[in-house]
């Protein structure tokens, strides 16, 4: 099948008084229609801005330096800003953490889907009102005819984020980037949201990149997973591989830390340090600091070792949990 999305070596640095910060450091990865990823990683790893630079929405002192970014095999990396801003939002949208911040109060909710509508379509303003109806029905709001007469603040925080979401799926993009959408939420309307992202993506065949610090979200809705650490992919693979048998030990430290119905009473452990600064970030292993399995090895450049559909970032991998147990 043939990628909606292709993504190398991406590059995105901000200069700053102190120097140049490398918030995203060569990048790659592909994503298929229909197919669901998710890229996580503790705070300051580079997941959002590299969300933020799929979409070209990177802003000075930020700037994406290298690599290449192809939506439908176009390259959009190095594209005008005026033919990016057609691409965006009808071939490629964006789900935020928080509606509120992204949802005008002053103006209803259909006339917000209808100016986003009309950014890319022309319309008849019947044909708009069905179609916005049709987008909020589709994610789950009951009633949506009268809802596009509401106001953000007459919804509850997960029914803003539905909002959010028919807005996104106006267009019906090709690929849809969701940027810690359910963060905010309570667990069970959390799980209302994952449900129904998942249906939206195998109905529309959306193409979804889920970005989280959660695994147990990730888990629930990602079929792969992208694991991000001081602004490089650190592991990649299908998510039961990865989450049951982690090759890197950053992504054995995350899932350390979850807490587990299986271990009642036990001390939830945490990966000691923290992350390196972006500002000078060594040529060796960046969490070498941090690592129990560092040697002298760690301390060249670590490229990506690829195995399979499995592929890590370390000179000690991890062995197969069976091996774990057994020595």
Not at 29 to 51: C, N, P
Not at 79 to 86: H, I, S, T, V
Not at 280 to 286: E, F, H, K, V
Not at 287 to 297: G, N, Q, V
Request: glycine share 8%.
């Amino acid at each position: 099948m043939n990628p909606v999305l292709e993504v190398r070596d991406l590059q995105t640095s901000f200069a700053t008084h102190a120097g140049t910060v490398k918030a995203v450091d060569g990048v790659s990865f592909s994503l298929a229609a229909g197919e669901i990823i998710g890229l996580v990683g503790e705070s300051g790893s580079g997941k959002s801005v590299t969300g933020f630079s799929l979409l070209g929405l990177i802003e000075a002192p930020g700037r994406i330096v290298g690599g290449s970014v192809r939506l439908k095999g176009e390259e959009l990396v190095g594209m005008p800003a005026r033919a990016l801003r057609q691409r965006r939002g009808r071939d490629m949208a964006m789900i935020f953490q928080d509606p509120i911040a992204t949802l005008n109060p002053l103006l209803t909710i259909g006339t917000q889907m209808e100016m986003a509508l009309a950014a890319h379509e022309k319309l008849s303003t019947r044909a708009m009102r069905a179609r916005c109806a049709e987008a909020l029905a589709q994610v789950g709001i009951p009633s949506p005819r009268d809802r596009l007469s509401a106001y953000p603040h007459q919804f509850s925080g997960g029914m803003r984020q539905r909002v959010a979401i028919a807005i996104a799926l106006l267009h019906r993009p090709a690929v849809i980037i969701a940027d810690e959408p359910t963060t905010a939420l309570d667990v069970s309307i959390q799980a209302q949201i994952v449900s129904q992202m998942k249906h939206l993506a195998r109905e529309f065949g959306v193409g979804l990149i889920w970005i989280s610090h959660d695994l147990a979200v990730v888990s629930a809705i990602a079929s792969r997973i992208l694991v991000m650490y001081a602004g490089r992919l650190v592991e990649q693979g299908p998510t039961a591989s990865v989450l049951h048998d982690p090759r890197h030990p950053y992504t054995r430290g995350l899932l350390d830390s979850l807490p587990s119905s299986t271990r009642p009473g036990s001390r939830l452990r945490q990966i000691p340090g923290g992350m390196p600064s972006l500002l000078d970030l060594p040529a060796s292993c960046a969490f070498l600091a941090r690592c129990d399995h560092a040697s002298t090895a760690c301390q060249a450049p670590v490229p990506m070792e690829h195995t399979g559909d499995r592929a890590w970032r370390c000179r000690h991998p991890l062995g197969p949990l069976a091996e774990r147990r057994a020595s």
